[in-house]
């Protein structure tokens, strides 16, 4: 986008935020602007009536027109030094707060659509990246409006200066101002060139971002220090900002382009016009007061095109707007926002059925559902297992609707689930992904986070009750704060927890959600971490407690899907096998003989082991992977 149009949206952005303050801006600018010609011109008054002045004494009638001009002159510049500050302060003002809205505009523009598809766009990625230019700091968007004020003053200034100036000749101020002009349609291209350049290359900065986030992230640690990755991640971190700037100090150098033109430009018109002065001051034409006026205005005219180079700020801070508005063009569409109006409000109470569903990822060859059908009878449990790759989590995203299937469909009660409104019904859910978030918050917010904020008196207590179900209550308590242990260790008394204690605080989340009537839970091996028999134990548990609500279990420890009601099978994008644990053994298909390889391996482990007691867990040392 071109300069003059992001500059026409940054600017209706400013009137369209702050209305009022945008007027005060312009009024103060404009003022400060006519200062500077008005202090020329009663300059030019009283070196004119120096002479006069000083011959008949500061008490004569000359002397008191003096007096008062110079007092006139004093006055202009009192409030001239008033006014910079009130207008800077006020332009900071505004960019405070386009700085806050084109914020949340970004957040709503990312955070608004119900699913996660537009996230996975790397063209998305990148209008987030440059959107973001406004995200530098607070500093730079409160400079660009600043700056937008300085040069209305600026202009203002020369405008006044123009119309002094063609008190010497007419066309003296239009040839300065062609030149002024000229040197910025010159150089124009040349920057717009390189705001483009960084815009382009803005892939390269974040990919540079990357690797120093890696190097930086705490969870990253032990791998990079134990794969030697620091001196490559400090390697690439370098390599990629390195080729970045390159692109951006080539735009830079080809900025040096016009700059023999511009400067012709200026000399040739300064020259023009200061050589007429100057004669029309030897044909004694131009008096000395005159001379005070045309000097410093002609200054004013030609540092215009100097000036001006603070437009660069007005430049970058303009040039990140056209892609929040593209990021909201592009996430909040129709498309991405999902229909459905219905409310979910007790679903499911007879079943959930997937029929003919097919799904594959944006830009991916093939899909990885394909024809699946699958009937869930509310109120059972259902174990889904299948290798890696074959669709579990892709399945539990699409019932989660953070996408919708290409083909076929997901009824509820026999309801289209498109035709429900993905807020209702992702209140009746509660979800333990894989990669479920650790909130670096207290322990009191990451299970909170299950349910939205609740002001009931007895929530301490709901909250207690879901962390006992999901055994980490204890843990908890035993936290150096309690409730209140903030789970990082980077923080003040924060404290860190093991893979497994994580997955059973994720788990308490979901309870916590359970207890806010979700009716459907959905658990994508959340106990992968457990040891065997926490495993076991939980899942046993688990059932229990959530008996009679629609449960979906994702996991490759076979043992714990024998609990389940029914289980199947994915394999080629549909359900290969289905059943109980007794009628798929009992079919000797894939089932049968993942379990029986699990078995044996974790038989052989028990004797080289020696390990004593572990009926009732035979089966969970591989994985359904293996087969
Ligand atoms: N966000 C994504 N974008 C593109 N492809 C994806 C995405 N997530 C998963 N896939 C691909 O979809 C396929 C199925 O992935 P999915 O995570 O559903 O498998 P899974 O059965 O849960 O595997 P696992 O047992 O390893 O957890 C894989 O080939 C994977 O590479």
Partial sequence: MSFRSSLRLLLRTIVGTAPGRACVLLALAVCAGLLAPAVLAVTGLAVTRAPAAVDAGLTSPAGRDLLSAL??????????????????????????????????????????????????????????????????????????????????????????????????????????????????????????????????????????????????????????????????????????????????????????????????????????????????????????????????????????????????????????????????????????????????????????????????????????????????PAGTSLAIVGVNGAGKTTLLKLLARLYDPDEGAILVDGVDLRDLDPASWRRQLAVVFQDFVRYELSARDNIAFGRPPDDADDEAEALRTAARRAGALDLIEELPSGWETVLARQYAGGAELSGGQWQRIALARALRAAQGGARLLVLDEPTANLDIRAEADLFERFLELTAGTTTLLVTHRLSSVRHADRICVLGDGRVSEQGTHEELLAAGGTYARMFRLQADRFAGAAETSGAADLSGAADLSGTVADV
Avoid: N
């Avoid at 830009?363 to 699958?374: M, R, S, T």
């Fill in 71 to 376: 007092a006139l002159i004093g006055v202009l510049f009192a409030v001239g030094q008033a006014l910079a500050p009130v207008r800077d302060a006020v332009g900071v003002s505004i960019g405070s707060t386009i700085v806050q809205r084109l914020r949340e505009r970004l957040l709503g523009a990312t955070l608004g659509p119900p699913g996660i598809a537009h996230l996975e766009d790397p063209a998305v990625a990148d209008e987030i990246q440059r959107g973001s230019g406004i995200e530098w700091d607070v500093g730079p968007m409160t400079r660009v409006v600043e700056e937008l004020g300085k040069t209305v003053t600026q202009l203002t200034a020369a405008i006044g200066s123009a119309v002094l100036l063609a008190g010497l000749e007419w066309w003296a101020p239009l040839v300065l101002l062609v030149a002024v002009a000229l040197s910025h349609l010159w150089t124009d291209d040349e920057e717009h060139r390189m705001v483009q350049a960084q815009e382009k290359y803005a892939v390269l900065d974040r990919r540079a971002d990357y690797h120093r986030d890696l190097a930086l992230d705490p969870p990253a640690a032990k791998e990079v220090r134990l794969f030697g990755l620091a001196g490559y991640l400090a390697g690439r971190t370098r390599g990629w900002r390195l080729d970045y700037l390159a692109e951006v100090w080539r735009a830079r150098a080809a900025r040096r382009g016009p700059v023999p033109r511009t400067l012709a430009a200026v000399v040739v018109t300064y020259g023009l016009v200061l050589g007429t002065l100057a004669a029309r001051v030897l044909a004694a034409d131009v008096g000395v007061g005159q001379l005070a006026v045309y000097v410093p205005a002609i200054a004013t005219l030609t540092g215009l095109g100097a000036g001006f180079v603070d437009l660069w700020w007005v430049r970058q801070g303009a040039a990140a707007v056209p892609h929040i508005l593209e990021l909201e063009r592009v996430t909040l569409t129709p498309r991405t926002r999902l229909s459905g109006t219905g409310s979910a409000a007790g679903k499911p109470e007879r079943e959930l059925r997937l029929s003919g569903v097919r799904f594959g990822y944006p830009g991916a060859a093939q899909p990885v559902l394909d024809g699946l059908d699958l009937t869930i």
